[in-house]
């Protein structure tokens, strides 16, 4: 259980307090209700972008990250398809630093343009770096589009092109900043060494002045519905074959959420998972095979992914793959199978409340979705889900119809 | 808007980091156990920990087979039911290998330590390395390895070690391809019955254990056979290869990947807590002298870091990056530059106020909730160290002077002396 209190100032930013007097630090998280979904298809990478040049100074402070790490403190963020989040941990006597850190780059920012050719580089090294430089990397670059047709999740967060990166201008990011960058598109949290009334008035100190802004306002186009099945074969020069499934799902808001991701669970989560057991451990078909849901706010994917073994072909592989997940349509006995994977949902769900990072970033995360409390909740509705749901679900959202299926066919002879 | 309000708050000084003591007790048979109690939920991280590392082994491979090979089934149980009760359970098993040791961590509720503690009795004492499983693991780990050559840090790293440590030293030796054919059961048997013994491990116990967890100990590990002395050999000092610069040429790499460093001193080492403040200032955190220069500067790469750690008969310190092809010169020529400028120049005042603040930050960091104590508490006492260790190192970063700085790194960093690593296209 974890206990918190909630407050609003007046310019709209929500703040979230959780007290932890075993630690002498205070991590605080900073939720930004903006994310490469928001951005304009000719301009992708954009968010991503920005959340690095949110390092590059702000209105009163040229540099971000020495006055942070001056007080004791260290620091990081993500971007994502949905949000943009900041985070930091700093020693509990010096959380004022962080806030004014924090509430200066919410006031303005204040980068050059060397800044920004700079960190142009940087984000297309790091483009380079987990995409295009990996074995496989490349996978979801591929697999979005192909899954979604109009919808922004189209395109990953890194952006859809280089050349999008390379085009940024100054006079956009500015555009950008106001409006997506204000008090009332923000949650702020904190966890650790101090009380919610003390973090409430240190947060109205630096944060109750910023005024209001407005917002652009969020359009995005529904994904249709997908009526026939899609595939994308492509000749790569890897060691080994591979194959990645997509299936349309659900928001993470919608009352199938836990259910399908409780049907990864069942497929693939940890080792005695049923794809790992019957395709790599018994059939040895793949070498690694895994299934995951994306937690977005948009209607979402499920995924399988996997590596085939030497001299296996992608027909035999994904019959033996079409057997499992059929399977689950038709549910019954699995009480004791149910029972592990509904256990290890508890348990991740105590171990990550170790953390007063991940305390912090949660509270926002649920607060974005609907309610912070729901932090107390998600146990029980993993708890809740039973054979039936289970069998609805898969016979729901795991038909050929809904499903893109991209392989990654190797070139070599090994 | 008041801009008084916008002035920057006063720092505090970072506080003296305060470390619980670990409480330490011996089983009935001599194992050694730590329990350090401290958490906010009814968790635990369990160490089982070995001697039973790469160092140990005759030939690649054998060592992470066998530690690998611990959940595959025992004597008891097959592979899937031990991998089943352990989820059913809710507990979450890491299977770890470095060069000196091997075991498994477990972070689990606390209500299931008694199951949990039976199940790892088995785990740990009672494998079977049945073949067919043996088989399976082999075959797999055989086209993740080929995964793993495509990238370009995996072929600089594996180089590097082998250039510092020796090709045939264990710290140094590279797998290839045709060593996974080489492993049967009775090498992992008899690694196991060497390694994995009662002498050669002890248990390290974190987070919120319950009040019976010493009984429970006792009475699953107590009748473990007690020391039996069968007169490990020596193993030899590592020693470095003479070529000190390799490229490894990778057609259509688009990055470069580069480590630079050398051997050097390990933890029990008196200058050691300095080396490590002097890793930091060169490029030890996002605000370093390489991050600033190579990252935010030049743009070249996403990332670059500079580490320095130990192994049991060594340390050694690198610095590795990615970075675009186009740029792997200047930023090999920038790296050295760095690396020259602090030899020569004193670091400044602000740039070491800067460096203390941080790193004291960093040690309440170190010790901040029941898996980092942990951690925290491996990392010394396996070398014989104990929380000395720490309050040397954060006397060390109130007190060093930049002259001592220098000293350090005409000592540690002789620019003739490093080894160079590069992989990517010419």
């Known amino acids: ?414 | 808007m008041n801009n008084l309000y916008r002035e920057q708050p006063p720092v505090l000084p970072v506080g003296n980091v305060k470390i619980p003591e670990a409480q330490a007790i011996k089983l009935i048979n001599g194992i050694p156990v730590f329990l350090i109690e401290s958490g906010t939920e009814d968790i635990i991280r369990l160490e089982f920990t070995f001697i039973a590392g790469q160092v140990r082994e005759k030939s690649a491979l054998i060592a992470s087979t066998t530690n690998m090979m611990l959940t595959e089934g025992s004597e008891y149980h097959k592979a899937e039911e031990i991998n089943r009760m352990l989820d059913f359970y809710g507990a979450f098993i890491s299977l770890s290998l470095e060069k000196d040791r091997a075991g498994i961590v477990i972070y689990l509720l606390s209500k299931h330590l008694q199951r949990i503690l039976e199940l790892s009795r088995e785990i740990l004492f009672s494998p079977a390395f049945p073949e067919s499983e043996l088989e399976t693991l082999l075959k797999k780990r055989l086209r993740w390895f080929l995964v793993n050559r495509e990238k370009v840090q995996n072929i600089a790293m594996d180089q590097f070690f082998e250039s510092v440590f020796g090709m045939s030293h264990p710290y140094g030796r590279q797998v290839k391809e045709d060593d996974f054919a080489k492993i049967d059961p009775t090498m992992l048997k008899e690694f196991h019955e060497q390694n994995y013994t009662s002498s050669n491990m002890a248990i390290i116990i974190s987070g919120r254990p319950p009040a019976n967890t010493t009984d429970l100990l006792e009475k699953h590990f107590c009748d473990l056979p007690e020391f039996i002395c069968r007169g490990n050999e020596e193993i030899p000092k590592p020693k470095g290869e003479n070529n000190r610069k390799i490229h490894i040429a990778r057609q259509g790499a688009l990055q470069t990947a580069i480590r630079i460093g050398s051997a050097t001193i390990n933890k029990r080492h008196p200058d050691y807590p300095g080396l490590k403040i002097l890793d930091t200032i060169l490029g030890g955190y996002f605000g370093s002298r390489l991050m600033k220069n190579i990252r935010e500067d030049k743009g070249y790469t996403y990332g670059v870091n500079s580490l320095v750690t130990s192994f049991d008969l060594s340390g050694y310190k690198v610095i590795s990056t990615e970075v675009s092809a186009r740029n792997s010169r200047n930023a090999v020529e920038e790296i050295y530059n760095e690396i020259d400028r602090l030899r020569n120049e004193p670091v400044g005042e602000s740039e070491l106020e800067l460096v203390r603040n941080y790193m004291s930050g960093e040690m309440l960091r170190m010790f901040d909730g029941p898996f980092a104590l942990a951690e925290s508490f491996r990392a010394a006492w396996e070398f014989g160290l104990n929380n000395d260790y720490y309050y040397r190192l954060a006397e060390k970063i109130r007190t060093i002077s930049p002259d001592e700085i220098s000293e350090l790194a005409r000592e540690y960093y002789n620019i003739d002396e490093l080894y160079q690593v590069t992989a990517g296209v010419e």
Request: some cysteine; charged content about 25%; glycine content about 6%.
């Open chain 1, 1 to 414: 259980m974890i206990r918190f209190s909630k407050f609003t100032l007046e310019n709209g930013l929500r703040i979230l307090v959780h007290e932890d007097r075993s630690t002498p630090l205070i991590a605080l998280n900073i939720l930004y209700n903006v994310g490469s979904k928001d951005e304009d298809p000719k301009m992708t990478g954009f968010a991503h972008l920005f959340e690095h040049l949110m390092f590059g100074g702000s209105v009163n402070i040229p540099d971000y990250d020495t006055p942070l790490q001056m007080a004791g403190g260290e620091n990081n963020a993500f971007t994502n398809n949905d949000i943009t989040n900041y985070y930091l941990t700093l020693p509990a006597g010096n959380i004022e630093t962080g806030l004014w850190l924090e509430s200066d780059r919410m006031l303005g920012l204040d980068f050059s343009q060397k800044n920004l050719d700079t960190q142009k580089n940087v984000v297309i090294e790091e483009y380079n770096q987990r995409y295009l430089n990996q074995p496989y990397g490349d996978a979801i670059l591929n697999l979005r589009p192909l899954a979604y047709s109009i919808h922004p999740y189209r395109w990953p967060t890194i952006g859809m092109d280089i050349s999008h990166i390379e085009r940024a201008r100054l006079e956009k990011v500015r555009e950008f900043f106001f409006s997506h960058y204000a008090p009332n598109n923000a949650i702020l949290s904190m966890a650790g060494n101090i009380s919610g009334k003390e973090a409430y008035e240190l947060v109205k100190k630096w944060f109750g002045h910023i005024e209001k802004r407005e917002i652009r306002k969020r359009e995005l186009p529904a994904e249709p519905v997908q009526k026939e099945e899609r595939k994308l074969i492509l000749d790569k020069d890897l060691p080994a074959d591979a194959i990645y499934k997509a299936w349309h799902t659900v928001s993470r808001m919608d009352s199938d959420f836990h259910t399908l991701d409780l049907i990864t669970d069942l497929l693939a989560g940890g080792e005695s998972g049923r794809l790992n057991t019957k395709l790599v451990r018994e059939l040895k078909m793949f070498s690694e095979i895994n299934a995951f849901i994306t937690s977005d706010v948009d209607p979402g994917l499920l995924i399988i992914q996997g590596k085939l073994m030497k001299d296996v072909n992608f027909a035999d592989a994904e019959e033996a793959l079409a057997e499992i997940t059929g399977n689950l349509a038709n549910e019954n006995g699995l009480t004791d199978e149910m029972e592990k994977v509904k256990n290890k949902f508890e348990s991740s769900a105590v171990f990550s409340n170790t953390s007063i990072l991940n305390k912090a970033y949660s509270l926002c995360s649920y607060e974005l979705i609907g309610d912070a409390e729901l932090i107390n909740h998600e146990v029980e509705k993993y708890r809740s889900v039973d054979a039936g749901m289970v069998s609805k679900a898969a016979l729901q959202y795991l038909t050929v119809t809904n499903c893109s299926s991209l392989y990654y066919k190797s070139t070599r002879n090994n």
